[in-house]
């Protein structure tokens, strides 16, 4: 922690307000420097690179933001469901941790307003898209932690958690992209679809995973992640959508 923070000595930094953030987030940072690193993403870095001296890695935080959001999910729905197997502690960890929910979490706090962005990706509308705000995220979550420690962290995270698992808890809980492909290949084909592992590149602690499923020898999709489960998941999530996509010319 002390050789992440020695990085950002200059406290002059050109940033909006984050005031009114702040009043949303209920944290009061003691060094709202990790708060403006978490917010500005490496598109930014890049075009401004004395910024870069100043604020930690951007991606070096999400990192521990998703290891920190892992743990507490993880344990949370292990504590609050002590009758539920793996398969659905998987399930339900995975639905709180996914893109689209930790993109949820961002937007009720408005983060993508606070986002710093290159001017290729402000104009792309970069701030709304859900990968860039789950790592945003993520990204803040270590803030926290770095800042305030793991007790506030946790207490920031988890009132989310508890909102996302009330409204599973009345919806039903999800399927996961892999358990739906398996249930539609099985009952259209009555064969398991099985994952291969195309490639694994980039340093060990930021690795990028390509996995392809087949279907006998058929391959339905590949994708990609930053482990093999999200891989996985991700060439599932493709292998559906082309299979109904092939449902679909065919009805036509």
């Known amino acids: 922690m002390r050789n992440l923070k020695s990085k950002i000595q200059n406290p002059k930094l050109s ?4 005031d009114k953030l702040i009043e949303r987030l209920g944290v009061t940072f003691v060094d709202q420097r ?3 690193s978490a917010l500005a993403h490496s598109s930014f870095l890049h075009e401004h690179p004395a910024q870069a001296l ?3 890695n951007n991606e070096r935080l999400e990192f521990l933001g998703d290891a920190i959001i892992n743990y507490i999910a993880a344990t949370l729905v292990f504590d609050r469901y ?15 941790i996914n893109t689209s929910a930790l993109a949820g979490f961002a937007r009720s706090f408005d983060l993508g307003a606070y986002i710093r962005l290159s001017k290729g990706d402000d104009a792309s509308k970069g701030r709304e898209r859900d990968a860039l705000l789950a790592d945003t995220f993520e990204a803040l979550v270590a803030a926290i932690y770095l800042d305030l420690g793991f007790p506030v962290a946790r207490a920031f995270v988890v009132p989310l958690f508890e909102q996302e698992l009330a409204r599973i808890e009345s919806d039903g809980l999800p399927l996961d992209y892999k358990s739906r492909l398996q249930q539609r290949i099985q009952a259209e084909r009555s064969i398991t679809p099985r994952y291969h592992t195309i490639s694994v590149s980039g340093p060990e602690h930021r690795r990028e995973f390509i996995i392809e499923v087949l279907a006998g020898e058929e391959r339905l999709g590949a994708g990609q992640g930053a482990s093999k489960q999200a891989a996985a998941q991700a060439a599932a999530q493709a292998a559906l959508e082309q299979l109904d996509k092939c449902r679909l010319r065919v009805a036509d």
Do not use: F, K, Q
């Open 54 to 56: 100043e604020l930690a």
């Open 82 to 96: 002590p009758e539920r197997g793996e398969g659905e502690l998987t399930v339900l960890r995975a639905a709180l």
């Open 34 to 36: 990790l708060l403006r």
């Open 15 to 18: 940033v909006p307000s984050l």
